[in-house]
């Protein structure tokens, strides 16, 4: 306490040296501080670095401390010319934005691409980093591919169709998405899509100046027959897809389906991007291969990422072609960003290949199922309505179908004002949408919250659908 004294009376003596003081005059030295204030020299040293720190003084060592120069009054930035030099914004970068937004503390979160932080196997991926991190050739400059071993991996993963050689490690599955798009397609050129579809999609295809034609799609998946179609009538070369758990609505693309899609895509000699984002996502039975383990002539485009089925942080994610459509894969990313951080490779492969990797899998199974059945009976409680037809077999989200009339987007900020974070359904889809729909997501919440959090979203429906 007494240093602490000793400190503040150095300090306010020297304030009131500086405001009676022109800038650059010179201050009384450490020696006659001492002095004056009967303190040892590590005290004075300590007001004077807090003084410093507050930019009030200048320490120049070898010569003394000054009174610093004192800023100039700041006049309020005037940054309108902005809006002129920089023109439209891009459609969809709002609802991105709310879609990766922070839920405010004291709400649910009923919304979110990532699992919750208690669902994160962070402390296997905190001790594989750390080993990562002291082994030097992990600083080092790789493969602009990435590491041959994680590339293998995901390969390997696929079970068929594609090799090490032709995959590529990218800083996340929407880096991947990003990087196909603008190598397969040039601005202006239409990439078909599923009706509704993943938004991050849209938005990475409007950015890079495509043209977003919707097909129809339902519990099954894509239409096979629409998308035939689609192709015919646009001319288009590229669809985006999600076979697996689709992101929002969880539907995953029948057996039958499978082979007709193949032939739509074959027959119109186009590529097909496979987002392959919920591999790791299941919760009932077992998922089908993906769509690249059967395409001998390399019409599927694979991309697979971690960031869902592990935690936010790990931006790791495998983008797969092959033929021309590699090489033009690999000259985007190599444009991009060069290559992943060696460390992140090393600590993914190192935690891939663990036993950890098997066991987080093994309990995220159990943990999603729990959430995904706590949030069903909340609505069949609260809102019964509301409950889907059909219930998906894995991934992150239910696709909650609303009464007729209802505006999705007032809904999903009424419900934030109750406490509870939705998102609506507008967004994913390219066109008009046919009904309104809530995308609500179960990985986001423990499942002790469940009730309250669709009671909360009852509240909050109650005056939208009566007003």
Same mark, same amino acid.
Request: glycine residues 8%; hydrophobic residues 45%.
């Given at each position: 306490? =007494?240093?602490?004294?000793?400190? *503040?009376?150095?300090?306010? *003596?020297?304030?009131?040296?500086?405001?009676?003081?022109?800038?650059?005059?010179?201050?009384?030295?450490?020696?006659?501080?001492?002095?004056?204030?009967?303190?040892?020299?590590?005290?004075?040293?300590?007001?004077?670095?807090?003084?410093?720190? !507050?930019?009030?003084?200048?320490?120049?060592?070898?010569?003394?401390?000054?009174?610093?120069?004192?800023? !100039?009054?700041?006049?309020?930035?005037?940054?309108?010319? &902005?809006?002129?030099?920089?023109?439209?914004?891009?459609?969809?970068?709002? =609802?991105?934005?709310?879609?990766? +937004?922070?839920?405010?503390?004291?709400?649910?979160?009923?919304?979110?691409?990532?699992?919750?932080?208690?669902?994160?196997?962070?402390?296997?991926?905190?001790?594989?980093?750390?080993?990562?991190?002291?082994?030097?050739?992990?600083?080092?400059?790789?493969?602009?591919?990435?590491?041959?071993?994680?590339?293998?991996?995901?390969?390997?993963?696929?079970?068929?169709?594609?090799?090490? $050689?032709?995959?590529?490690?990218?800083?996340?599955?929407?880096?991947?998405?990003?990087?196909?798009?603008?190598?397969?397609?040039?601005?202006?050129?239409?990439?078909?899509?599923?009706?509704?579809?993943?938004?991050?999609?849209?938005?990475? +295809?409007?950015?890079?100046?495509?043209?977003?034609?919707?097909?129809?799609? *339902?519990?099954?998946?894509?239409?096979?027959?629409?998308?035939?179609?689609?192709?015919?009538?646009?001319?288009?070369?590229?669809?985006?897809?999600?076979?697996?758990?689709?992101?929002?609505?969880? +539907?995953?693309?029948?057996?039958?389906?499978?082979? =007709?899609?193949?032939?739509?895509?074959?027959?119109?000699?186009?590529?097909?991007?496979?987002?392959?984002?919920?591999? $790791?996502?299941?919760? *009932?039975?077992?998922?089908?291969?993906?769509?690249?383990?059967? $395409?001998?002539?390399?019409?599927?485009?694979?991309?697979?990422?971690?960031?869902?089925?592990?935690?936010?942080?790990?931006?790791?994610?495998?983008?797969?072609?092959?033929?021309?459509?590699?090489?033009?894969?690999?000259?985007?990313?190599?444009?991009?960003?060069?290559?992943?951080?060696?460390?992140? &490779? &090393?600590?993914?492969?190192?935690?891939?290949?663990?036993?950890?990797?098997?066991?987080?899998?093994?309990?995220?199974?159990?943990?999603?199922? +729990?959430?995904?059945?706590?949030?069903?009976?909340?609505?069949?409680?609260?809102?019964? $309505?509301?409950?889907?037809?059909?219930?998906?077999?894995?991934?992150?989200?239910?696709?909650?179908?609303?009464?007729?009339?209802?505006?999705?987007?007032?809904?999903?900020?009424?419900?934030?004002?109750?406490?509870?974070?939705?998102?609506?359904?507008?967004?994913?889809?390219?066109?008009?949408?046919?009904?309104?729909?809530?995308?609500?997501?179960?990985?986001?919440?423990?499942?002790?919250?469940?009730?309250?959090?669709?009671?909360?979203?009852?509240?909050?429906?109650?005056?939208?659908?009566?007003?």
């Amino acid at each position: 306490m =007494e240093y602490g004294n000793a400190v *503040d009376r150095v300090i306010q *003596d020297l304030r009131r040296l500086v405001a009676v003081s022109e800038p650059g005059e010179r201050l009384p030295s450490v020696r006659e501080l001492t002095a004056r204030h009967q303190a040892s020299p590590v005290t004075v040293a300590e007001a004077v670095r807090q003084l410093v720190a !507050q930019g009030l003084v200048e320490a120049r060592p070898g010569k003394g401390t000054y009174v610093a120069a004192r800023p !100039q009054e700041r006049r309020v930035p005037d940054l309108s010319w &902005q809006t002129v030099a920089l023109g439209a914004g891009r459609p969809g970068e709002e =609802e991105m934005q709310a879609l990766l +937004a922070l839920p405010r503390p004291g709400t649910i979160p009923l919304t979110g691409g990532y699992l919750d932080a208690d669902l994160q196997p962070v402390a296997g991926l905190g001790a594989a980093l750390a080993r990562a991190a002291r082994q030097p050739a992990a600083w080092q400059r790789g493969p602009v591919e990435g590491r041959e071993d994680l590339r293998a991996w995901f390969a390997r993963e696929i079970g068929a169709g594609l090799r090490a $050689d032709d995959m590529l490690i990218c800083p996340g599955g929407q880096a991947a998405l990003s990087s196909a798009l603008r190598a397969l397609a040039a601005p202006g050129d239409t990439l078909l899509v599923e009706s509704p579809t993943y938004l991050g999609a849209l938005a990475a +295809a409007r950015a890079s100046g495509l043209r977003v034609v919707p097909v129809p799609a *339902d519990a099954d998946g894509v239409l096979p027959d629409q998308l035939a179609a689609a192709f015919s009538r646009t001319g288009a070369r590229l669809f985006y897809c999600q076979p697996l758990y689709a992101n929002p609505t969880g +539907a995953t693309l029948s057996t039958r389906r499978r082979v =007709e899609v193949a032939e739509a895509v074959r027959d119109a000699g186009a590529f097909l991007i496979e987002d392959d984002y919920a591999r $790791d996502l299941t919760i *009932d039975g077992d998922a089908p291969p993906p769509l690249a383990a059967d $395409d001998p002539d390399g019409h599927v485009v694979y991309v697979r990422s971690l960031t869902k089925s592990a935690a936010p942080g790990l931006r790791v994610a495998a983008l797969g072609a092959r033929g021309p459509a590699g090489a033009r894969l690999r000259t985007a990313r190599l444009l991009d960003d060069f290559f992943v951080a060696g460390p992140l &490779q &090393q600590a993914t492969l190192d935690f891939v290949t663990a036993p950890a990797w098997t066991r987080h899998r093994r309990a995220l199974r159990t943990a999603l199922r +729990a959430r995904r059945e706590a949030l069903l009976a909340a609505l069949r409680r609260h809102l019964p $309505d509301l409950v889907p037809s059909a219930v998906p077999r894995g991934g992150l989200h239910l696709w909650a179908r609303l009464p007729d009339g209802t505006d999705d987007v007032a809904l999903a900020a009424a419900a934030t004002a109750e406490g509870v974070v939705v998102f609506p359904g507008r967004p994913w889809y390219a066109a008009e949408p046919p009904a309104p729909h809530l995308r609500l997501t179960y990985a986001a919440a423990p499942p002790d919250l469940m009730d309250e959090a669709v009671r909360r979203l009852a509240h909050a429906l109650d005056p939208a659908v009566n007003p």
